[in-house]
């Protein structure tokens, strides 16, 4: 029976897992991301990792990288967090280091991929998933399959313009979704981690619960437009913010009712990631198949 590599690449952990057509994970493991992570040492890690895997079982290799991608598949263009990455053939080396076909992606995309895949999304051919922690990434799913436009940079979703005269983003925009939802933005907003004002709206804190409601209403805000444009069926949200879902989402979905019409809304579902810092890996394999095997 053919398997494929599912591997995400993080900035401190690189995560591998091998996997049945289904879904069914045989075996993963997580390695440490070589320091300083460079382009070639990285390379050198996953090979050796992918054997400790039993990747000479593998028939494919689908990667997530931690930045954009080009449209085939083939290149890391940059990479956060990591050492010296730009323009990096990352499918050509790992092909000729293991013999096996490999594409990559961003990460976001792929935990959207996941998602859709095994995760909260698996219901909905159509989804968003936003990821919130010290970013905003973003994915769209259209019929099932990853949309990632014609040069494969869409679906940043976090860098939407919310506010026009907002707080400057690293893109160059202002007052960006992602200046608003992100653990930065929380911090600068209320001077407290994320964790603390969940604890705090648990106990039934005033400010925290304050918050929050106005946090959903800044996301529901932003998803709106993201609705009218892409009338997903479900909105899926992780990240480590997502952990507060249930003191935002309401404020959140209360928001896209006032402001999108039902006939873009209809039966639309907002929901919390079911994978788990997983998704990346997941959707990483979804990828080998989808692009080796067509499925």
């Not at 967090?81 to 280091?97: F, M, R, S």
């Amino acid at each position: 029976m053919p398997q494929v590599m599912g591997i995400d690449l993080g900035g401190t952990a690189i995560k591998l897992g091998r996997f049945l057509e289904d879904g069914t994970c045989l075996q993963s493991i997580t390695v440490p991301t070589p320091q300083p992570a460079t382009p070639e040492a990285v390379v050198e890690t996953i090979a050796d990792a992918i054997l400790a895997c039993g990747g000479s079982q593998a028939k494919a290799i689908g990667l997530g990288t931690p930045g954009p991608a080009d449209a085939a598949g083939r290149i890391a263009k940059v990479a956060i967090n990591l050492a010296g990455w730009k323009d990096v053939p990352l499918a050509d080396w790992l092909e000729a280091k293991t013999g096996l076909p490999t594409i990559i992606a961003n990460d976001a995309n792929c935990a959207g991929l996941g998602e859709a895949w095994l995760g909260a999304g698996r219901r909905f051919p159509n989804l968003i998933l936003l990821t919130l922690g010290t970013g905003v990434g973003g994915a769209i799913i259209l019929d099932g399959k990853l949309f990632t436009g014609h040069q494969g940079a869409a679906g940043e979703l976090g860098l939407i313009a919310l506010y026009p005269d907002g707080p400057e983003c690293n893109s160059g925009n202002r007052g960006s979704l992602e200046q608003y939802v992100s653990i930065q933005a929380i911090r600068r907003r209320t001077g407290l981690e994320p964790e603390e004002l969940g604890q705090r709206a648990k106990a039934g804190d005033r400010f925290a619960l304050e918050f929050w409601e106005s946090y959903g209403r800044d996301l529901g805000i932003g998803l709106s437009s993201l609705i009218y444009i892409l009338t997903p069926e479900a909105i899926v949200i992780g990240g480590g913010i997502s952990a507060s879902a249930e003191f935002f989402f309401p404020a959140a979905m209360a928001e896209i009712e006032r402001r999108v019409l039902p006939s873009s809304r209809s039966g639309l579902q907002l929901l919390p990631a079911e994978l788990g810092n997983q998704a990346g890996m997941v959707g990483a394999a979804k990828l080998a198949w989808q692009f080796h095997f067509g499925f």
